[in-house]
T-cell receptor
Framework: KNQVEQSPQSLIILEGKNCTLQCNYTVSPFSNLRWYKQDTGRGPVSLTIMTFSENTKSNGRYTATLDADTKQSSLHITASQLSDSASYICVVLLGNTGKLIFGQGTTLQVKP | DTEVTQTPKHLVMGMTNKKSLKCEQHMGHRAMYWYKQKAKKPPELMFVYSYEKLSINESVPSRFSPECPNSSLLNLHLHALQPEDSALYLC?????????????FGPGTRLTVT
């Protein structure tokens, strides 16, 4: 079964601290893996897209890693800001279908 | 312009009403998508249009009727909805339906069925 699992389900950190979100997937055939940020009541916004051959990709304070052998990915947020408070969703693209398999998301709350 | 727009932002409708959600993009994308998202859940794919033709229908009830009148516009016609259909409806588009294409999401329409 094609699944994407994320942990933790929710996380609270203090402003300025770093954090790492985890994603495990069992999607086959795998095409690429994306991390989205979704503010409450808004559409998801893409942070990174990683293909099979990419191990690390950065977008500002966001750094994503991918281990295609173990089918794991992580999203590391450095020097968190209050505006980082959102849901972070790990999404895997199934083959060449255009169909995205979504994880349940990690809700991050950054406190002052 | 890398924006997907959706109207209305909020919609309240009764179970006997007929309403439509509208989605527009001017990025020249040829694939467009409708998703439904319940609170604290990930988006669920409903429909995919590729080159203005319906290519995926994820067994969505017929009270939801999609329409793609041209390459920039995607509508979702609603009729005889149930309260459990209340959700955030997201539209997305991508250059094409294939593997490497980024999906850009709109801000969503918050639908409440009373």
């Amino acid at each position: 079964k094609n699944q994407v699992e994320q942990s933790p389900q929710s996380l609270i950190i203090l402003e300025g601290k770093n954090c790492t979100l985890q994603c495990n997937y069992t999607v086959s055939p795998f095409s690429n893996l994306r991390w989205y940020k979704q503010d409450t009541g808004r559409g998801p916004v893409s942070l990174t897209i990683m293909t099979f051959s990419e191990n690390t990709k950065s977008n500002g304070r966001y750094t994503a890693t991918l281990d295609a052998d173990t089918k794991q990915s992580s999203l590391h947020i450095t020097a968190s800001q209050l505006s980082d408070s959102a849901s972070y969703i790990c999404v895997v693209l199934l083959g060449n279908t255009g169909k995205l398999i979504f994880g349940q998301g990690t809700t991050l709350q950054v406190k002052p | 312009d890398t924006e997907v727009t959706q109207t209305p932002k909020h919609l309240v409708m009764g179970m006997t009403n007929k309403k439509s959600l509208k989605c527009e993009q001017h990025m020249g994308h040829r694939a467009m998508y409708w998703y439904k998202q319940k609170a604290k859940k990930p988006p669920e794919l409903m429909f995919v249009y590729s080159y203005e033709k319906l290519s995926i229908n994820e067994s969505v009830p017929s009270r939801f009727s999609p329409e793609c009148p041209n390459s920039s516009l995607l509508n979702l016609h609603l009729h005889a909805l149930q309260p459990e259909d209340s959700a955030l409806y997201l539209c997305a588009s991508s250059q094409n339906r294939g593997a490497s294409y980024e999906q850009y999401f709109g801000p969503g329409t918050r639908l409440t069925v009373t």
